[in-house]
């Protein structure tokens, strides 16, 4: 155990202190939370040695009193018992409404509508997938906590990089609320690589073929000297190891001719019984299938080639996908210089075989397929907390899918395409229909195909107030942003009159700020902690952050300053330093935010500085 | 040279103005570039810090999605040297090129296999290779900014048509 830090009260905080910061890879089937020690990255165990974390969440009757769930290990023992109340693959809900979760009904728990959200129908109540998600992150969080014995400073959570906007904001929103700071949502394919290609300083091209429970990701990557460029991404967000069991099910139902419709504890049953046969067979010739439905017991022999034959249409799916990425990344197979497999199924034979096949190459699998993903993630977010000595590590991801806006006849005009470089900001000009018209309403959307039907729908916002003009006069600018995370914003603007509109995307299903507050007040994330308090706690440490990033800045480039400049600096540092003391955190917000203001222009100096030291090929360490 | 963010593209990448350029070297810039400013390099520091990154990160990616794909450089080029495109009000073109992109279109239409799509993706590229190298010759030799401007016009058509075989193998392919 590690020992207790102890600082003097009042004391500020050491910029150098070690801060902890975790990877977590938020599974469809299962999670886990990964950190650096020592400079090597690792997964964290639970108490009981265990480091993998069941995606699993039941709900207990709220009527029997105690903790009201369970998760993990204990809620997949629950599964086959109490199929309604457990939550299992909930990621496949998030950020979806109803109608688009692939084969609701085939779930054993019930899913409703609200709210355009896809939400489970439990004993407890209504649980929206970013309730559930948030019980299996807060347990990965107080593991980590309880490890570095210390609080845990921010989290870098990895997303399939098939992930729409709308799937991402869910995954953020769920880190909210299980009261972790995101520093970053990074792609899985992408920290799969990080882990790989640290371990084996490799350079060249890579594929990484990530099957996981539920979705599947392909990935083209080129590294050199620490800088892990996406290339192209690629994949399908409904398509797993779970499509794999469902077909192998449905295959032996089929051959013992049980056509009845199973009742969710049947169906539970004979989905875990295919899931533990397909994992027997990646290394057995055969295996008996049984279970009990409908009255009766079945028993199936099954050999692997009776489970390639009845998955095959799922394997040939994901290899169409490779070849879509190949060339969406304008290179031949033949380029590739290694292919690494994550995610549990790609443990299954047909799945190596095919791959190998295609890239005629064995496919990399040394590191474990199921750790690899928090590993990655894990390096990333020590580099991201600053703790990481060497800062030679540089990501360069891209956006999975096409972003655009709905024109006339329901089209879609693309603004941002597929596998640009984020983050990014891209604009078009577009213009009124009808003489006179005052408003304008834009419909965002993301997809790639050319029919607004046929892609997802994120948001509608309106710009009001435009003068009126001719049809065809006005000039209204629409500006795309995506941040590092991935994450979307829109804003247009009327050119000739400065009418300006903005939407951060929040898609219709997803939570508002305020939705997330409430959800706040009653979750386990600040169940015993006064929110005020809290508050000035979370003031408090961002205006010590803001004064030692403020220090280093000046210790480094002050020469970059004129006359007063640096004294004006230097005083409301003193000011801030001063307020941190207050126990109104709005006075402590405030001072924090005067010496934002006040080093704006410093900042912008200094990242002149930076890139024309770029420019001149030296890097500022040398300089 | 005082660098923001209004600079052009070609001074951003410290490069010499032109349609020919070393894609290696532009890759490595970018790089370099994107190390200085990425925003993943101030996650711990201040808002305002963090603010200036996204920004000049996002001018970085820009200039670097226009200068590494050959048509929007042209494109670029045209623009900065006072030829805009201005494609939708000026699609005048020689006949012999509209005969041959009817010629194409027709092709696409009665091609059924993948072996009849991949010979026009192959003719296409063809196409597109030669024209490239002739934007190169127009700008960077005459630098006659019209007649680039011109010969991207066409060569938007042929992009536009390699799209469309690109979308039919991929539908052949589901």
């Known amino acids: 155990m590690a020992l207790l830090q102890i600082s003097e009260p009042g004391q500020s905080l050491d910029p150098h202190q070690r801060r902890v910061a975790v990877g977590i890879d938020l599974g469809t089937t299962h999670s886990l939370v990964a950190a650096v020690r020592h400079g090597v990255a690792e997964c964290l165990p639970a108490t009981d040695g265990r480091v993998i974390l069941p995606s699993v969440v039941r709900y207990l009757d709220p009527a029997l009193g105690g903790s009201g769930r369970q998760i993990g290990f204990d809620a997949l023992a629950a599964q086959v018992q109490d199929p309604a109340n457990t939550v299992s693959s909930v990621k496949r809900l998030m950020g979806r409404s109803r109608a688009q979760v692939v084969d609701v009904d085939k779930l054993a728990y019930t899913v409703v509508e609200q709210d ?218 033949d380029e590739v210089k290694g292919v690494v497999m994550v995610g549990g199924s790609t443990r299954m034979p047909v799945i ?196 030692a990033a403020t220090r280093t800045a000046l210790a480094a480039d002050t020469d970059l300053l004129e006359g007063d400049e640096r004294q004006q600096i230097d005083a409301l540092i003193e000011a801030l330093t001063q307020a941190v003391g207050s126990t109104d955190a709005a006075t402590v917000e405030a001072a924090t935010a005067a010496l934002a203001k006040g080093t704006e222009a410093f900042a912008a100096l200094r990242m002149n500085r930076g890139i024309r030291q770029a420019l001149a090929g030296k890097k500022l360490e040398e300089v | 040279m005082n660098l923001n963010l209004q600079s052009n593209d070609f001074e951003i990448f410290g490069m010499a103005p032109g349609f020919g350029l070393d894609r290696a070297a532009l890759d490595a810039r970018w790089k370099d570039l994107q190390r200085e400013a990425h925003p993943d390099r101030f996650a711990t520091a201040d808002a305002q810090a963090q603010r200036v990154a996204m920004q000049w990160s996002v001018r970085i990616n820009e200039a670097y999605q226009r200068l590494k794909d050959p048509l929007k450089r042209a494109v670029y080029l045209c623009e900065l040297h006072g030829a805009p495109i201005q494609a939708e009000n000026n699609t005048a073109m020689p006949a012999a090129f509209l005969m041959q992109q009817m010629q194409w279109r027709e092709d696409l239409d009665e091609a059924s296999g993948l072996a009849d799509l991949e010979r026009m993706a192959d003719e296409v ?38 799209r469309d075989v690109e979308s039919r193998i991929d539908l052949l392919g589901q």
Request: charged letters at 25%; glycine letters at 8%.
């Open chain 1, 116 to 333: 355009g959200m896809a939400v489970v129908e439990t004993v407890a109540g209504r649980k929206t997938p970013m309730e559930v998600s948030a019980e299996i992150l807060a347990t990965l969080r107080f593991r980590a906590e309880d490890s570095f014995d210390d609080e845990l400073y921010g989290a870098v959570i990895t997303v399939p990089a098939y992930f729409d906007d709308a799937q991402r904001q869910a995954t953020k929103d769920a880190a909210q609320l299980a009261g972790i700071n995101v520093l970053r949502l990074i792609n899985e394919p992408t920290a799969a690589a990080i882990a790989y290609g640290l371990d084996n300083g490799s350079e060249g091209v890579y594929a990484i073929y990530d099957l996981g429970g539920g979705t599947f990701d392909i990935s083209i990557l080129r590294l050199t000297q620490g800088v892990f460029e996406v290339m192209a991404t690629g994949g399908d967000s409904a398509l797993g190891g779970d499509d794999f069991d469902q077909a192998l099910a449905a295959w032996v139902l089929a051959q013992q001719g049980v056509g009845a419709t199973l009742n969710p504890s049947e169906r539970a049953a004979v989905h875990a019984e295919a899931r533990r046969v397909k994992e027997v067979l990646s290394s057995s010739a055969s295996e008996s299938f049984r279970a009990v439905v409908a009255g009766r017991t079945i028993e199936q022999t099954v050999s692997p080639a009776d489970l390639e034959a009845c998955t095959a249409a799922l394997t040939t799916r994901t290899m169409t996908a490779v070849r879509k990425v190949l060339r969406d990344a304008g290179i031949t197979k």
């Open chain 1, 352 to 547: 190596r075989r095919t791959v190998g096949e295609f890239f005629g190459q064995e496919p990399l699998t040394n590191l474990n397929p199921d750790e690899v993903v928090a590993l990655g993630a894990s390096i990333q977010a020590n580099a991201l907390a600053g703790n990481s000595k060497d800062g030679d590590l540089l990501l360069l991801d891209v956006i999975p899918l096409s972003l655009g806006i709905e024109t006339m006849g329901g089209l879609v005009e693309r603004i941002v395409p597929r596998n640009s470089s984020i983050p990014t900001a891209l604009a078009q000009d577009f213009t009124t229909y009808q003489d006179g018209q005052t408003a304008l309403a834009l419909h965002v959307v993301q997809g790639e195909r050319d029919l607004v039907g046929d892609c997802r729908s994120l948001a509608r916002f309106e710009l009001r107030g435009i003068p009126p003009m001719v049809a065809g006069a006005a000039r209204i600018r629409v500006t795309f942003t995506v941040d590092a995370d991935g994450l979307l914003s829109v804003s247009a603007k009327e050119q000739g009159s400065g009418v300006e509109a903005r939407v951060d995307v929040k898609p219709a299903y997803g939570l508002s700020d305020e939705q997330i507050a409430a959800m706040l007040q009653d979750s386990f994330a600040t169940a015993q902690q006064d929110i005020q308090a809290r508050a000035l706690v979370e003031a408090r440490v961002d205006a010590d952050r803001m004064i």
């Open chain 2, 125 to 162: 590229t063809a196409a597109r290779r030669d024209m490239l190298q002739g934007l190169q010759t127009t700008s960077d030799e005459l630098r006659d900014w019209p007649a680039l401007a011109q010969q991207v016009r066409a060569l938007m058509f042929v992009e536009r048509f390699a």
